[in-house]
Structures are given as C-alpha cells and as structure tokens.
C-alpha cells in the first residue's frame, strides 16, 4: 500500500467512521473540542481566509430552539446528542485576512470587496473546513452525524446574523446502540478519475 498513515488510523478516519445517529450520554468537553479545533485550524483555504464558524450548542434552551428547525427525522438524534454544533460561513471573513494573509494584506480589498464575491468563496472554504472538523472529530476518537436537513432561515435568524450562513449542524459524541445504518456503496476508481 503507497499511504504513509498506519491503516489503524485510516481505519478511524475513514474506512470504519461512518454518520452516528445515536449516541451515548458520555460528555463531549470544551478540551475535547478545543482539540480538534486545534488540528483541522491547519488545512488549506484560499487566501488562508478559514471562514469556517462554530456555534457549540450546550444548554437546554439553546437546544430546544435549534430543534424546532431540524428535519422531523434528525430531531430526535439532535435532542439526544451530547453536544451538537453549528457550522456557518463568515461572509465577513476579509476583515480577517490582513492578519490571516499578512505576506499580501491588499487581498482583503483587492479580491474580496464585493460581497457576492465573498459569499461565494466563505461557503466553498468553509465547507472545505467543515469537511476537516469532521474528521477532526473522528480523530479525537469521536462520532459526528452531520446533517443539511434544517430550516437555514430559522437557524441563521435564531443563531446568527446576516454576515453568516449555516452550513450544517454537526451531532457530536460517542455512538450509542444501533448507531450506523449499513454502509452506503461507493463509486469505484476509475469511475470518479479520468487521466488526460
């Protein structure tokens, strides 16, 4: 085999990882998160512009308000998480870059002063990012159930602001009983690359 990472890790990272739908009650901690947040900082975004935002919902109310606007089916694995975040773009994120990009801070006005324009790239980046925070969560030995079956509005207007877009709402824990569904078949190689 040509990869380099021991086939433990692939097997956590990605072979045997799969979306939880259940979960046990075990605490998810700030250090947990902090961790992973810790690891998946490093990969790539154009511009190192990393609009990724993360909303943790921890209390009670917080989680009762997000539930109103799941998907009746990913309601119940919402409530019953142990920590459930929410993964928006930063439509704002070129404020940041004259720090996140120090070597070209004219970046900030030279690319990104239209808004449409950021738009389009804080959602590609972040969901670039969003991508690593779950594996960044697999990593930390956990399980994440990420779902896009949520009413966007509600959760901006509850959550957010108008500078910010959800993305997806990530479940986080350890998987609890009966918490895969059988694997999903994959496309093979040759049907995804094609040599030029």
């Given at each position: ?16 990882a ?12 700030e ?25 943790l ?7 009762e ?16 998480a142990?920590?459930?975040?929410i ?19 004219q ?11 950021r ?32 009413d ?6 509850e ?7 959800p ?13 895969w ?16």
């Amino acid at each position: 085999m040509s990869l380099v990472l021991d086939p433990t890790a692939q097997d956590l990272l990605f072979r045997e990882a799969r979306t939880a739908n259940t979960f046990t009650d075990e605490p998810v901690t700030e250090e947990q998160v902090q961790a992973v947040y810790d690891l998946v900082k490093y990969g790539p975004t154009a511009f190192n512009q990393s609009p990724l935002r993360i909303v943790l919902v921890r209390s009670a109310e917080a989680r009762e308000r997000l539930v109103q606007h799941m998907a009746e089916g990913n309601r119940p694995k919402t409530s019953t998480a142990p920590l459930v975040a929410i993964l928006a773009a930063d439509n704002e994120f070129h404020e940041e870059l004259p720090d996140l990009f120090p070597h070209f801070p004219q970046a900030k006005d030279a690319f990104f002063a239209e808004r449409p324009v950021r738009e389009r790239s804080a959602a590609l980046n972040a969901a670039l990012q969003a991508a690593y925070f779950i594996i960044g969560v697999r990593a930390a030995g956990l399980a994440a159930g990420p779902m896009t079956g949520f009413d966007f509005a509600g959760v901006q207007k509850e959550f957010l602001d108008g500078d910010h877009t959800p993305l997806m709402v990530v479940n986080i824990g350890r998987p609890g009983e009966d918490a895969w569904f059988p694997r999903s078949p994959r496309l093979p190689f040759g049907d995804v690359v094609t040599t030029v």
